[in-house]
Structures are given as C-alpha cells and as structure tokens.
C-alpha cells in the first residue's frame, strides 16, 4: 500500500516540475528580447541579462545547467557536481515581497547543501566578465576542496586496508620463512636410518 502511495507522488512530484518547467519557458518566450539558445543540456530561453551571464560564463570555460530543478526551485544556472546555484535577477528583484520570496528560497537551498550567487541585472550587463570571474573562483575552488578530500578519504581508506593486512601479511612472511627453512634444513642433513621396529 505504502510503495503505491510513494510512486504515485513520485509521478506528481515530476508531472508538477514538467509543468513549471513549461510555463517557465513559456513565460521567458514571451519576454521581449528573450533569445533561444542551444545548450547541454537542450534548448533553453533566456532572457538577455541570463544569455550574457551564460555567454561570460562559458568564455571562462565553465559549462553551467541552465534552469537546473533543486528542492522545488529552479535556478538560473547550477553546477550540481559542487552544489552552486547562480542567479540572474532582473528589476523585478527590487520588489520587496520578491526579495522575500529570494530569501527564503535561498534559504532552502542552503539547507539543501547548496551555496547561491545572486548578481543583479545592471552589475551583469555593465561587468558581465567579473560576475563570470567570481563564479569561476568559487567552482574551482570547489572543485578542488572535493578532490582534496577524495584523495584524503582515498589515503585513509588506504590505510585502514593496510591495517587490517598488516598481521595476515606478517603471518604469511613467516610461514614462508618456516616452509624454506624445513626445505632447506631437510636438504642440509642426510637422510639417517630408520630405526628398525621391533620383532
């Protein structure tokens, strides 16, 4: 019963982001000035403050998920291999009450595990390469804290390996030391007779 009720709100679940998903490309269509544009992951509409953060972006060589779906948001652009999410927001931002709604989105996200940009539309078109700088400098780093701590969880598993051989090597070193010492003593020594049994 239960397992019925758990795919069931899995189908919702995806039915209800499909269908964000669409209105949301719906609404960007609609925009004017709004540009279609090839992508990984697709085709995707953006508007142009998020075209020319995606353009500076991938001249900095960085491939970010346009519109990536996390914990009931979508995202401008997301890195999920190290959890940074970067929004574009236009004038519409400026609304107190859209400020909230961002606040307690990117409060989700944070407890999510997730660590969220924001860059305003006029710092994105006046200095649409430092946003994209300052991006870079956070993924990067990411990027190498996790292969950092990889390596170290690489190093102790290692090293817990080599602990738990250690005695069952030195147990094989010395059986081997006795079986070529038996060989070599039987070798060394000639054969004495064998004592006859009594009659």
């Avoid at 189908?11 to 540009?35: D, F, H, N, T, V």
């Avoid at 519109?67 to 519409?92: N, S």
């Avoid at 006029?122 to 400098?137: F, L």
């Avoid at 969880?153 to 079986?179: D, G």
Wanted: glycine share 4%; charged share 30%.
């Amino acid at each position: 019963m239960k397992l019925g009720r758990v795919i069931f709100r899995a189908i919702a679940r995806e039915g209800k982001r499909r269908y964000i998903s669409a209105r949301l490309q719906s609404e960007a269509a609609s925009r004017p000035e709004s540009r279609l544009v090839q992508t990984p992951v697709g085709s995707i509409w953006m508007t142009p403050i998020e075209f020319k953060l995606y353009e500076a972006m991938r001249q900095e060589e960085l491939d970010p998920v346009p519109q990536f779906y996390i914990q009931g948001y979508y995202a401008d652009f997301a890195f999920p291999d190290v959890r940074v999410a970067v929004e574009a927001d236009g004038a519409i931002h400026r609304d107190p009450a859209r400020q909230r709604h961002d606040r307690k989105r990117d409060w989700v996200l944070r407890r999510a595990g997730w660590t969220v940009k924001r860059f305003r539309g006029t710092t994105i078109h006046t200095r649409a390469s430092n946003c994209a700088y300052v991006i870079k400098q956070e993924v990067v780093g990411r990027r190498m804290r996790a292969a950092l701590l990889a390596r170290q969880r690489e190093m102790r598993r290692q090293a817990r390996r080599a602990a738990i051989l250690r005695p069952f090597q030195s147990l094989y070193r010395l059986l081997a030391r006795a079986t070529r010492r038996g060989r070599v003593d039987q070798a060394r020594t000639p054969e004495s007779p064998r004592p006859e049994s009594p009659k």
